[in-house]
């Protein structure tokens, strides 16, 4: 008697339900794969790691400070004041978070591209621009610039700490020196810049405070005057209480401007002191160090991350062979289509990778 097989939808080979014992057999039948791969996927990353270079981070915080003596924001407020105007006096360019972007600002990256840097190596001596040690060949001299501060900008971090006011700065290169010498640069700029930042700000002040305080000493001769001319009219005016408010008013008019004079007076003094104040703007507690020890690689974590992931593929791939063996050893009518899309699959990329090397040839 002839047995009939009828075929079956094409993944009804594979039952619901797989025992550990099954499992077990499918993980050693395919034991190449599923331990294979998570050795080689280790081996890559291990050589990859292995094969680039060593990196150095140099580490520095500083505190920013407030300007001494005269403030813009305190001294455009006090002036305005007196003519019953209200100006915000806050500072938002001293605090931490504006230093932390200030750093990683296209300014400060262009500079410090630009600073020529001389480092030891052994008995051969390297110095150039960063865009010459980040070995970029290639491109304009502003195309150079901008990748070499594009790399520069990964390689920087900044952190802030809010309850302390500090401003953590960490930069990684290929040598110590470099690291060092590039944050003891970028500490410089930031030093430079906010000191040329307040000495301009200080000179548009005293501009602004010279030109108010001729107007204001224009103002108070009047006062003055108007006073004077009222005593010598009115010698008896306290016997006239209408004299003597008069008299009171043009007092308290000479009182007010005197006193607004004396401190716009004030005001200019320190402003010209300010405008050629050279002392630093940035307290340094952590001057940036010379890093003794290369970075750490991280080579177990990413081993285990790799022998995980490879093991899970390895995983994955066996059981699609498996799924695929059982099909086909059963006959399914969808395993022979199956087949037929793949190789039409296999044909298409194998004419596309021989289209691409043709292209890649005639360039």
């Not at 007196?82 to 938002?92: D, N, T, V």
């Not at 190596?121 to 304009?140: E, F, M, Q």
């Not at 969808?334 to 890649?360: I, Q």
């Amino acid at each position: 008697m002839a047995v009939v097989h009828t075929p079956q939808p094409f993944g009804a080979a594979v039952r619901p339900e797989v025992s550990a014992v099954e499992f077990l057999n499918l993980v050693l039948r395919q034991r190449r794969l599923v331990f294979g791969l998570p050795i080689v996927l280790v081996a890559v990353l291990t050589g990859v790691v292995l094969a680039l270079p060593r990196t150095y981070t140099s580490s520095a915080s500083f505190m920013p400070q407030s300007p001494q003596g005269l403030r813009s924001g305190s001294l455009f407020a006090g002036v305005a004041a007196q003519f019953g105007i209200a100006i915000p006096s806050g500072e938002p360019g001293q605090s931490p978070a504006f230093y932390a972007e200030l750093l990683k600002s296209r300014e400060i990256l262009d500079s410090v591209v630009e600073t020529h840097y001389v480092l030891p190596a052994g008995v051969d001596t390297l110095s150039g621009k960063l865009s010459d040690l980040y070995r970029i060949r290639t491109g304009t001299p502003d195309e150079k610039r901008e990748a070499a501060a594009r790399k520069l900008s990964t390689a920087v971090s900044v952190s802030t700490d809010r309850p302390s006011g500090l401003v953590r700065l960490a930069v990684r290169a290929r040598w110590a020196a470099l690291a060092e010498q590039i944050a003891r640069r970028m500490l410089v700029l930031v030093n430079e810049f906010n000191l040329v930042r307040r000495q301009s700000q200080a000179a548009a002040e005293r501009k602004f405070i010279e030109a108010r305080l001729g107007e204001m000493k224009g103002e108070l001769r009047d006062a003055e005057n108007q006073l004077q001319r009222f005593l010598q009219q009115n010698q008896g005016f306290r016997n006239s209480s209408e004299l003597a408010f008069t008299h009171d008013r043009l007092q308290r008019e000479v009182a007010m401007r005197q006193q607004v004079f004396t401190s716009l007076s004030q005001w200019y003094e320190q402003a010209k002191i300010d405008e050629v104040r050279n002392t630093p703007v940035i307290t340094v507690v952590e001057q940036p160090n010379f890093p003794v020890r290369p970075d750490r690689r991280g080579l177990a974590l990413k081993s285990t991350l790799g022998a995980i992931l490879g093991g899970v593929l390895g995983l994955m791939l066996a059981l699609g062979r498996d799924f695929l063996r059982q099909s086909r050893d059963q006959g399914h009518e969808g395993f022979e289509e199956f087949e037929t899309l793949r190789k039409e699959t296999a044909e298409d990329v194998s004419g596309l990778w021989r289209r691409l090397r043709v292209l890649v040839l005639r360039s």
